[in-house]
Every structure is written in C-alpha cells, then in structure tokens.
C-alpha cells in the first residue's frame, strides 16, 4: 500500500513524526456511516498508524472500549486499495456488517452458511436431496457437475464477487482455506486481523490435518499403529489416496443415487485428506492421536505464515490481548512491526482484578482444599447476594465440585460445552435473579455488560492441558508456549463484563499460582490487565460505583 498516496496525507503523518496533528473531520464527514459522529481519543492515532507507518506490519494493542473496528473500517475504507478484514466468529462478522455495510462491505462465509439450490425443489440435482440443505451437501462436493456453480450458486458467487470488492469481511478458516485449495481471494493492499491474539491457534488449526476415525472405518481404511514414523504415514496416505481415485473414476459412470452422493463426498474428503497427509515429512509434522481422529500438526507453524499473510501489501493485527509474544508466534520479526500499545480508556477501579490467597489450585488438592476454596467462594457471594457474576472454573468437573459443596448452589448455573452451554448463557443474560454462572471455558466471543455480570472469580488459572503430544512438543521448544495461553485466557476471562464507558465490575483471583505465575510471566500480559491487579490479604469489599 502507498501510504504517501494515502486519502489523509500528511494530517496522519504528524503523529509518527511527533509534531501535533491537525484534527481530523468526524467519521461520518470521511464517508463512514452517520452513526460515528466523533473520535474516541486513541482512535485518530490508530488510524494514522495503519495507513502510514513505515513497516509491513501494524500491531495495536486496543483495549476494550477504544472503538478499534471504527478505525480498522476507515482505513480500509481510506487505504486507496483492497482491503480484507479477518474476524475470529460468526457474532462479530454479524457485527461488522450490520454497522459497516454502507460502505458496501461484501461479507462472505464458509459454504455452510449458504443454501444449496441444485438441491432444492426445481434444482438440477433435486432429486438427490430433501427439499433443504447447505452448499457444503452440494453435489459439487461430490466430483458432481452443477450449471449454478458457474452462476446462481449464493456461495461461489460471493467468493467471485469478494475477489473484486475493494473492502471484505471474512473469517480466518475461510480466508486460509481459499488460499490453500482454490486461487484465494486475489491481491490484497490492506489485510486486517482482527482479535488477533486468536491468529496463532486459526493457522496451526489451518495447516492441521484431521482424518475421522469413522470415515475410515466407514470406507474400509485401516489406519497403520499409532506412533509410526511420519514417513509410514505418508506412504499409507499415498496407497490408499491412489485406491480411492480409482474407485472415485470408476464412478464416474454409474447412476447417482442419494446414497450414492452422500458415499461420494466421504471418498472425496478422504481423498483430500490423504492427498494432504502425503505432504508432511518427519521433522515438521507430529501425530497428535485423539479418540475419535486421526491428526497431524506442524510444529512450528509460524514458517508456513504466508498462509495467513499471503503477500498482503500491510497486515494489520488489533486485539485487546495482543502482545509481543503473538507477534512472535507468528514468525514476525520484530524489526518489521510499528507497536503501539493504547492505554485503556475504562479507569482501573472500574475494571481491577484483585489476587486474594487462598489455596493452590491444582491436581494435588486434598478434600480439605476443596472445602477452603468453596468457602472462600461462599464468603464472596455472601457479601454480593443482589449482583449476577460468573465463576472461571476451567473444567467441568472443578464446576461440579465447587457446586456440590457450595452454600449458595441454589444460585449457580452450571454448563458443560455444546448447545446446552448456549441455553445456559442465554437464560443467564436474562435472568432477572442474582445468579452465578459456573463456566468451564467461556473466554471469548461473549459480552456481559452492565447487570448482567457485576463480578468475575477465576477459580484457577486456565493453564491449558499439556496431555496433547504438539503441545508438549511446542513447550519444549518454548519454555513461554504453554503460560503464554495461560495468560491469554485469563485476560480473556475477565474481559467479559466491562464493555463500555461507566460498566464496572469486580475480578478475584483465588488460585494462589499466581503468585508465582505473575514474578515470572507478568510480561506476557498487557499493559491494561497489569496496572489493574491488586494485591488483597482479605476479600475486598463490594464495589461501590
């Protein structure tokens, strides 16, 4: 991107020179929507930074509040060229096109998101379907011709149409796989990553290869012993890849039925799979065996980058929780970023995270531990009877627990994964009642402003499973992996309730691995969640605002 060819000139470029900047006109006088009638104070900052500063890289750490999508939409509104905006879930796509769309914003989704006409009454290939079904059930998925594919089909088309827009919101899973099995979405000027401190996770989960233990079963595959050297695996892959092109061409033939299409698909994914597994070689790849799947994981997936990247003129990165540990996770050097950290605009005693020693949390607590830390948790909600909060317990079972020795269980509200997590949160939301939600992971992707949530106790620091193979292959490598997604959780965690200018809410932390997680791994944090921690002897009292 030509940043000296950029909309606002030399307004912006006064900032990174140090001298004083000229005001800029509000959003909506810049051609943004009429709903922005100012600056929040950061955000002019912000956006000179993504359209001019010198490096290919803009990393900005934006606390809740400070409006990021505002400035991340008017540089791409504003950069001269094309511009994609990757967010981590389907709730913030929504987001950004309910607010953004007059700036004729294409939104673009997986294939599930978009019906399938072929299969529909009075399509082509109707008689293979039931009346409803998604592109991903397409008989295209199948080897199978569809005339809509061409045009008509909602999916394809909005892939086409996304290749010429110049300003597209997409997810990150879409965005990869476009690039890794079709031509991408074209040559991009401006790539923003948005929450991305998810960035990470979405590659390594991008070049991650996943093959069902039931899909073999079902095609007649007999995987090799777990643990066999990655070359075994290859030359498997390669056998039964082979087989299944030769079944697949000699199908080609024969009258389709809507077994038959639904057997298709199950070889071609195979056949895609297995085509992938032949790929890999023994020093980048881990197996990484799981109940149900067979998975391979690259190791070090920050050399394989330009799957995210994909040779976008300037990447811009914005989470809440970014730090320079992501920048790294993403093989990013260091010289060729402009770092900007944004001082949080909520004040600390509206959002303080208080330590309070209690009891170490962990595998080797005795019932005795147990019976202290529910104490602990009823002397809090004692004092708190008319407020609703959530209560981090990182497991299921440590829920259960908490819940079974609890004097207030009759408050609590207790979920596992799934849509039974959903209806839980929902009638959570709603509730009119002082309840308290026991979570075992709900660290992003939800908002709880105002009465909603009032405090936030993490039980335990959510320190994650160290069981898997590629996760213990990647900390012995990186002593700083595995607390580094320790601290991103927790800030996750409590970034749930205050969400606006005059929200407020309490966190405690009532695992006494902090203590020794802070002297060792504060720098992992950001600047926001560390000017808001306290240090209690005894439970702070109940926020007054």
């Known amino acids: ?96 096109y309910g607010d953004y769309q007059s700036l004729e914003l294409v939104d673009v989704r997986g294939r599930g998101s978009y019906p399938c006409k072929a299969l529909a009454p009075g399509g082509e290939w109707q008689h293979l379907g039931n009346g409803s079904g998604s592109c991903d059930d397409g008989p295209c998925h199948a080897g199978l011709p569809c005339s809509l594919k061409e045009i008509g089909c909602e999916a394809y088309d909005k892939i086409r149409t996304a290749k010429y827009a110049d300003l597209v919101s997409t997810n990150y899973a879409l965005w990869m796989a476009l690039h890794r099995y079709s031509q991408g979405l074209g040559e991009v000027d401006l790539l923003i990553l948005d929450e991305s401190h998810c960035a990470p996770d979405a590659l390594a989960d991008a070049l991650k290869i996943s093959l069902s233990k039931w899909l073999c079963h079902t095609l007649d595959l007999h995987p090799i012993a777990t643990g066999s050297p990655i070359q075994h695996w290859v030359q498997w892959a390669s056998y039964h890849a082979a087989q299944i092109k030769g079944i697949l061409d000699s199908m080609a033939s024969q009258p389709i039925t809507g077994k038959g299409l639904q057997y298709r698909k199950w070889l071609r994914q195979a056949e895609q799979v297995l085509w992938a597994m032949t790929q890999m070689d023994g020093v980048n790849w881990i197996e990484d065996p799981q109940p ?33 540990k992501t920048l790294a996770l993403l093989g990013i050097p260091p010289d060729e970023v402009t770092w900007w950290e944004a001082p949080s605009t909520f004040p600390v005693h509206a959002r303080r995270v208080t330590y309070v020693p209690t009891v170490k949390v962990d595998y080797r607590m005795t019932p005795a531990h147990e019976t202290l830390l529910a104490a602990r948790v009823d002397q809090y909600l004692s004092a708190r009877p008319a407020r609703k909060g959530i209560i981090h317990t990182v497991s299921y079972s440590r829920a259960k627990k908490l819940h079974d020795r609890s004097a207030h269980k009759g408050r609590m509200r207790l979920h596992e994964g799934g849509d039974k997590a959903s209806e ?12 308290v939600l026991l979570s075992p992971a709900m660290d992003m992707g939800i908002d709880l ?97």
């Open 1 to 96: 991107m030509d940043v000296v060819d950029s909309p606002l000139g030399a307004r912006t470029r006064g900032v990174l020179a140090g001298d004083e900047m000229t005001e800029l006109p509000p959003p909506y006088a810049l051609g943004l929507p009429p709903q922005f009638l100012s600056w929040r104070p950061g955000q002019e900052h912000a956006l000179s930074l993504i359209l001019d500063a010198p490096t290919r890289f803009v990393a900005i750490n934006s606390p809740t509040g400070s409006g990021k999508s505002l400035c991340y939409m008017a540089a791409g509104a504003l950069c001269g060229g094309r511009a994609v905006v990757l967010t981590a879930n389907k709730n913030l796509m929504d987001q950004l």
């Open 292 to 324: 149900d799947q067979i998975v391979f994981e690259i190791l070090h997936p920050a050399r394989y980058n330009n799957t995210l990247f994909q040779g976008a003129g300037k990447v811009v990165l914005l989470s809440a929780t970014l730090t320079k």
């Open 424 to 435: 839980v949160i929902a009638a959570f939301r709603k509730s009119p009642h002082p309840d």
């Open 449 to 545: 402003p105002d009465d909603q949530c009032r405090f936030s106790i993490v039980l335990k620091l959510p320190f994650p499973s160290t069981q898997s193979r590629i996760v213990q292959a990647r900390a012995a490598l990186d002593p700083e992996y595995v607390p580094y997604l320790m601290c991103q959780r927790l800030e996750q965690s409590v970034g749930r309730d205050v969400r606006h200018q005059g929200d407020w809410s309490e966190h405690v932390i009532f695992d006494d691995n902090f203590r020794w997680a802070w002297g060792k791994y504060k720098h992992l944090l950001t600047k926001g969640f560390r000017e808001a921690v306290a240090w209690g002897k005894t439970l702070p009292g109940p926020y007054q605002p």
